[in-house]
């Protein structure tokens, strides 16, 4: 299977550009065009904790800040913790001559070992420690008390900005919302709250007086000097933090290990990909944490034909030489094949653009009148990339009108070994053989000269019917249609030899 | 490996196991070695005394395809014997390499770790699951080595003995495997 | 915290907290607005995908690779620390003055077009840092990595003019570390080009897949032993982390006296020395005291040009004029994260004292009063918190850049550009 996940020899150019094998795209089946990572729209589906899997609604997530409540992470090595039971034998206060025998929890990092009695932090009785006892001393919280002065002023000085702009707006529009405030029961809150517009403010010279009893922060002439002892006393390593244990807990960035307190367990998410043109999913998982499985899964895997390369012959700059390239259609329905040279099929988009952009304009101009453009925002793509791969190879295709068919694939059929090869006879020769719902297919390649010792890169473009088992919106014509989809390839066949 | 046949040459009895030791039959002993009571040693586990004697104390646990080998250096003088010693209560995980000559008491020696000739190794020490030591270093106690820096820091307290796994395998391993047929080291 | 969330109405209850970025160098601060600290401190770098090296984002010289970079830090950013879609939520980039204008353009690309967020603010580090302050004139000295910004900021506008900037931060102290090392240490030591600073090469990543991979270990015959051996020296390299760690654990800012009796010829007795040992060859570096004192002594030391650090403070005061200048000295505002060496502040006030009574300024200033603020943050961050302060109030939403604004005109306004500064009627930006 490892030709699924690490094969970077043939790449599809996906429709934003990218070059990427097939398993990492996915085809969205309403604009019928390969998608790939890049030029999806990624979405945070539902948070979870990845040690206790449990899930999070998103609101509770931002209220706790990302982080479980239950797990922690290990300060000193960043994994995560692990409770540890023991048992303690603890002197009975009544009669000190008798000993009892306790249960006490600890937490412990089965990586590095470190343990929450190594912060000096006293063991629990309960197996669920809560983080009350753990929290972060004086330090911070004085800290957070100085940053919501600040936040309250920051936000008045706004509403003091914005209160200032519509005093000026006021001058120039009538003051017509108003009008309804002598009725019984309408205030002028419920007014703006009707006509849209944010709750009133209060009165600037509120505003003023508040920020009137603000501190703003003193400097001070005295800092603190370097303590002397630095010059004396010896440093062990192993009491001083590193870098990723400080910046992972930003607030505190404790400088000595003793410090190190746990942190709550950050959350992970599961994602859904959304098609940026139709917005429609090309996947979506299981919201279940421990599940695997897909809600929807528009792998381009399951509806594009796959291209594997199966042998090359000695590539030499210059020379012709076969490359027999294997064809298989993973649909469930029959597909066709043909091949057209890169330089036609941009010749065939080229023509194809200046039609669109001449139906776009008229579009546009619909558009602009009827006003259609509030009801769905315009969609935001960044244009295609040119692709990066540069071909080194000629390669001879048959002429476009050739076509090769495929079955469906039958998964019955994987098991059967009778009809090893067996070619229809409308096939033509450059058929080598076939098999189920594949076909293995040669073609003459010349690797171009001057590139000795650099990759052999092949492009050409597959066209494949496709059938379309989802109306378009407009049409009531509910039977699936054949269409044909075009998608670059490039095969990197091997290394040019001189000879 | 070839340094191994001259010692092969002397008969095999220089291996001495004591009576309350668990030495599966499929594990892979050469040359002169002491295995104390108690400790058990699994099945493809490789122990390989080429420089000279390796003796082993009590309570150890050696597990599947760990490597434990006193190693001839191409250089070294080889006239002189060099003993490994290897003290009690220290557990080989699987596929562990451990060549140095010298090791103290209750150590664990993690998955796929390596612990090079010249480190010693004293008491109470965790080297973490594919730490590769291969410098000279004598490890203070309670070091534990992890990650992929193979950074230090120094535990409070050594890791718990195994006392309960060496007697449960003690108790298992004979219902599914030959043992090696004790020899005590003293008749 | 939530107190304010919720009592405080207006805006933060129905919409969502703003993203609040400030991409560094070296390091990135990322979190919400309206908080007192940022989620994630991280490395402004990634694993290259195709090589497996870990690639420092800001190295990438051409447009198209720091574009992709770019795009999948940001990436990883929102769904591995954020953990919010990206999608219709503002963002607030922490921007220093002299961020080149072309990758402001190129971070409003990615935000818009990529990750289509609804409206982006870029806040000026200098300026915004005041807002940790409630004060509105301060001298905001920021320390980074790369370079030492100085701007003075009066009644919250900055003085433009008076600005001061050099290649002295945490990378100039790093080579000094590497060059001292390098007095001692055998230079097999060095022999990967990642103490070539600030490339980021790490020779030991390149050989994890390696290791990871040899798995077909004979009946207890261990892997490839010859390979090992071979390998083994590469094991031997200092890594400019390991620089970083030695800079972050063991050096520190020395007092001016001691310096001053160094240059007499009488030097005191060095601080002790550190063993520091580079785990996976078990080798140890010895860190001599000397290089613990006098590493960050770059930083003060005047060059050709007679500037360092204080000198910079100083350049500053003295190019503006002379009313604002007292203020502007009894408010020295340090941020950035090689301010928060042990020492610094220290040594920058007893530098201050002594060079402002020196033939040198004694004329030119006349101030002698040097009064520090102390940000309610740490200094690494200070500049994050300043624009998280900033960005939670209403000014988020009249003054960021709409991406409504952003579609049509495809264009960052600009304070160096005529055209974003000429026709500017307060409240609407007309073209």
């Known amino acids: 299977m490892s030709y699924l996940s690490k094969s970077d020899i043939v790449k599809y150019a996906c429709t934003c550009g990218q070059l990427k094998s097939i398993t990492n795209m996915y085809f969205c089946r309403h604009c019928l065009k390969l998608r790939c990572g890049y030029c999806v729209c990624h979405e945070v589906d539902s948070h979870y904790c990845s040690n206790c899997l449990e899930i999070l609604p998103s609101a509770e997530a931002r209220l706790k800040k990302n982080r479980c409540q239950t797990c922690f992470d290990c300060p000193n090595c960043l994994n995560t913790l692990a409770v540890r039971g023991t048992t303690v034998s603890v002197r009975d206060p009544d009669d000190p001559s008798k000993v009892n025998s306790q249960k006490k929890y600890y937490h412990a990092c089965f990586f590095c070992r470190w343990t929450t009695r190594d912060a000096g932090l006293p063991d629990q009785a309960v197996q669920t420690v809560s983080a009350n006892g753990w929290t972060h001393k004086e330090t911070n919280s004085s800290n957070v008390q100085r940053v919501t002065v600040l936040l309250e002023r920051a936000r008045l000085l706004g509403t003091l900005e914005r209160h200032e702009r519509e005093q000026r707006e006021k001058k120039f529009t009538p003051r017509s919302r108003r009008t309804f405030t002598h009725l019984p029961g309408v205030t002028s809150a419920h007014v703006r709250k009707r006509a849209g517009l944010p709750p009133e403010l209060p009165a600037p010279s509120t505003i003023k007086d508040t920020l009137a009893e603000f501190q703003p922060a003193v400097a001070k002439e005295s800092v603190n000097p370097l303590p002397e002892e630095i010059f004396t006393k010896a440093v062990n390593l192993f009491e001083i933090t590193t870098m990723p244990q400080r910046l992972a807990q930003p607030e505190i960035q404790p400088v000595f290990c003793v410090d190190l307190l746990p942190a709550y367990k950050h959350l992970s998410t599961k994602r859904s990909q959304r098609c940026r043109e139709c917005e429609h999913n090309v996947s979506k998982p299981e919201l279940n944490p421990s599940s695997t499985k897909f809600k929807i899964q528009q792998a381009a895997y399951f509806h594009v034909p796959e291209v594997r390369l199966v042998t090359a012959g000695a590539l030499i700059g210059g020379k012709d030489t076969e490359v027999v390239l294997l064809f298989s259609n993973p649909s469930q329905h029959p597909t066709t094949l043909s091949f057209i040279s890169l330089r036609e099929a941009e010749e065939e988009e080229g023509n194809k653009q200046t039609e669109d952009t001449s139906d776009l304009a008229d579009q546009q101009g619909e558009a602009a009148s009827s006003l259609s453009s509030l009801t769905k925002p315009a969609v935001v793509l960044e244009e295609p990339r040119p692709i990066s791969i540069k071909v080194t190879g000629n390669v001879e295709l048959p002429s476009p009108d050739a076509e090769i068919t495929l079955p469906p694939k039958d998964d019955a059929a994987e098991y059967d070994y009778s009809g090893e090869t067996h070619k229809s006879h409308n096939d033509p020769k450059w058929v080598m053989h076939r098999r189920a719902n594949k076909a293995a297919v040669s073609f003459t390649v010349t690797p171009e000269t001057g590139f000795t010792g650099k990759r052999c890169v092949i492009g050409f473009v597959l066209r494949y019917t496709y059938i379309n088992r989802i109306p378009s919106p407009g049409s009531f014509d509910q039977k699936p249609q054949e269409v044909r989809l075009d998608t670059r390839l490039f095969v990197d066949c091997g290394k040019i030899c001189s000879k | 490996m070839s340094s191994l046949s001259s010692h092969d040459s002397k008969p095999k009895h220089d291996l001495k196991i004591h009576s309350d030791a668990v030495v599966c039959h499929e594990s892979k002993l050469r040359g002169d070695i002491t295995i104390g009571t108690h400790t058990v040693v699994h099945p493809r586990a490789t122990i390989i005394a080429e420089a000279g004697p390796i003796v082993i104390g009590d309570y150890n646990i050696i597990e599947e395809q760990s490597f434990i080998i006193n190693r001839l250096s191409p250089d070294a003088d080889h006239s002189k014997q060099v003993v490994m010693e290897i003290g009690n209560n220290n557990v080989f995980e699987v596929g562990c390499v451990f060549e140095s000559p010298k090791m103290g008491d209750q150590n664990v020696l993690e998955v796929k770790s390596h612990v090079g000739p010249n480190v010693e190794v004293t008491n109470g020490c965790i080297i973490g699951t594919g730490c590769k030591l291969r410098g000279t270093e004598v490890l203070p106690e309670n070091t534990v080595v992890y990650g992929r820096d193979c950074a230090r820091r120094i535990a409070l307290d050594r890791p718990p003995t195994q006392g309960l796994q060496v007697d449960f395998l003690s108790k298992v391993l004979v219902n599914y495997h030959h043992l090696k047929k004790p020899r005590s080291a003293n008749t | ?431």
């Not at chain 3, 954020?82 to 990758?103: A, M, N, Y």
């Not at chain 3, 920058?348 to 002698?368: A, F, G, T």
């Not at chain 3, 209403?394 to 003054?399: A, E, H, N, P």
Request: contains cysteine; hydrophobic residues 40%; glycine residues 6%.
């Open chain 3, 1 to 431: 915290m939530l107190k304010t969330f919720y009592e405080g109405g207006m805006g933060l209850t129905t919409e969502k907290q703003a993203v609040v970025f400030d991409f560094g160098n070296e390091y990135t601060k990322v979190g919400y607005a309206g908080e007192p600290a940022p989620r994630s401190i991280l490395p402004t770098e990634l694993r290259c995908p195709e090589t497996g090296r870990i690639q420092r984002v800001f190295d990438a010289v051409t447009f198209d690779e720091k574009y992709d970079l770019l795009v999948e830090f940001i990436h990883t950013l929102y769904f591995r620390h954020l953990l919010v879609s990206p999608k219709d939520r503002r963002v607030i980039i922490v921007e220093s003055v002299l961020c080149p204008t072309t990758l402001r353009n190129m971070l409003a690309k990615i935000f818009f077009m990529h990750f289509e967020v609804s409206s982006l603010l870029f806040v000026p580090s200098h300026v915004v840092s005041l807002s940790t302050l409630g004060v509105n004139t301060a001298l905001v000295v920021d320390m980074g990595a790369t370079e030492t910004v100085v701007i003075p900021v009066f009644e919250n506008v900055a003085v433009l003019h008076a600005w001061q900037a050099q290649p002295l931060g945490s990378f100039a102290v790093k080579r000094q570390i590497t060059d001292m090392l390098k007095k001692y240490e055998s230079p097999e030591l060095f022999r990967t080009r990642d103490c070539v600073i600030p490339a980021t090469r790490v020779k030991v990543e390149k050989t994890e897949p390696q290791e990871a991979s040899e798995t077909s270990a004979e009946a207890g015959v261990p892997e490839g032993y010859e390979e090992l051996e071979e390998r083994e020296e590469d094991f031997n390299y200092i890594t400019e982390k390991h620089i970083e760690d030695i800079k972050v654990r063991t050096c520190f800012v020395t007092s001016l006296a001691r310096v001053q009796k160094a240059e007499e010829g009488n030097p005191c007795p060095p601080p002790p020395n550190v063993d520091y040992l580079i785990g996976r060859s078990s080798r140890i570096v010895n860190i001599s005291g000397e290089i613990r004192e006098n590493a960050y002594n770059v930083l003060f030391e005047q060059d050709g040009d007679h500037i360092s650090v204080p000198t910079m403070i100083l350049d500053a005061i003295s190019k503006c004029p002379v009313d604002m200048r007292k203020p502007l000295a009894e408010n020295v505002l340090l941020i950035g994260g090689t301010a928060m060496a042990t020492g610094m502040r220290a040594r920058i006030c007893e530098e201050l004292k002594s060079l402002v009574v020196s033939p040198q300024y004694c004329d030119k200033l006349k101030v002698r009063t040097f009064k520090f603020h102390t940000p309610p943050a740490k200094e690494n961050f200070a500049a994050w918190l300043g624009a998280a302060i900033y960005g939670a109030s209403d000014i988020v939403s009249t003054r960021s850049l709409s991406k409504e604004a952003y579609l049509r005109d495809h264009q960052v306004p600009d304070w160096v550009s005529l055209i974003h500064n000429v026709f500017h009627d307060g409240t609407k930006r007309s073209l």
